[in-house]
């Protein structure tokens, strides 16, 4: 089964406005023929001028997170109708950065799964060991607990439009990637977890990512992996040329 490569950025708490504005402008004719699926996951305050500015075009809007409440006394939170709303198609749930500074569990992670889901958002669920994890054996068993929890109670149907992002959390801004047989090799695992929980027709249509400093000097190799379908890029997404390189790896 050919799966279509995704190639997102996560801007993470970066760009205003007028910055967003200036990147989404000189990204477009960079990427207009690039056979990959484009998406950039932005903050919330800038999704409105990215939708304005992406209508047309090929690059679809993600949110970096939904609320799992419709609604309500949730303080700081956006609901997945207010992301909606503003025509946002996709959203990053359960990044490492998520997990390590703001509390998120795979409990958390699982109910905005829920949440994005019967909404219609499309989901990118994020997973991935620390460094103290990987050295210690315990990459499998790590990735084993969040992939089962993020999807704790989802169907087969459901889970089957779910893109997964495979970020080892060593490798996220430090420059630092997992080589190409490390990542093919620990995506093939959690292919082979969803596998176990949903049947290998699933498995083998679900899109998996590679995240953690991919950039245009490497994302050819870890592309041509059978298993990786795709990455979701942090710094490299803040610049317009280099994003493009990384979407246009099979240029
Ligand atoms: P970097 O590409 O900056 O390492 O970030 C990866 C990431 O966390 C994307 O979600």
Redesign the pocket.
């Known amino acids: 089964m050919s799966r279509r490569p995704i190639i997102a950025g ?1 801007w ?1 708490m970066n760009m205003t406005r007028a910055q967003a504005t200036e990147l989404i402008t000189a990204l477009k004719p960079l990427v207009k023929d690039a056979a990959a699926e484009v998406v950039i996951c932005v903050p919330y305050t800038d999704i409105d001028t990215a939708v304005a500015l992406c209508k047309g075009s090929n690059i679809k809007v993600g949110a970096e997170n939904v609320a799992w409440a419709e609604k309500g006394a949730f303080t700081g939170e956006i609901s997945a109708d207010m992301l909606l709303e503003l025509g946002t198609e996709y959203v ?1 749930i359960g ?3 998520r997990r390590q500074y703001f509390g998120e569990t795979d409990a958390s992670v699982n109910a905005r799964l829920k949440t994005a889901i019967a909404k219609g958002l499309k989901p990118i669920v ?1 997973v991935g060991e620390t460094l103290e994890e990987r050295e210690s054996g315990k990459t499998d068993d790590v990735l084993k607990t969040q992939v089962t929890g993020a999807f704790d109670g989802i169907s087969a149907a459901d889970a089957a439009d779910v893109v997964i ?1 495979y ?1 080892p959390v060593w ?4 420059g630092k990637t997992a080589t190409s047989e490390q990542a093919e090799e620990t995506i093939a695992g959690i292919r082979a977890e969803v596998k176990a929980l949903y049947g290998a027709e699933v498995a083998e249509g679900m899109r998996i990512q590679y ?5 245009p000097k490497n994302v050819k190799e870890l592309m041509a992996q059978p298993d990786i379908d795709g990455g ?6 803040l610049k317009a040329v280099d994003f493009s390189q990384v979407v246009n790896y099979d240029a």
């Open positions: 996560n993470k990053i990044h490492s950065e994020c992002a970020e490798a996220i801004g430090t995240g953690g400093s991919m950039n979701l890029i942090g710094g490299a997404s």
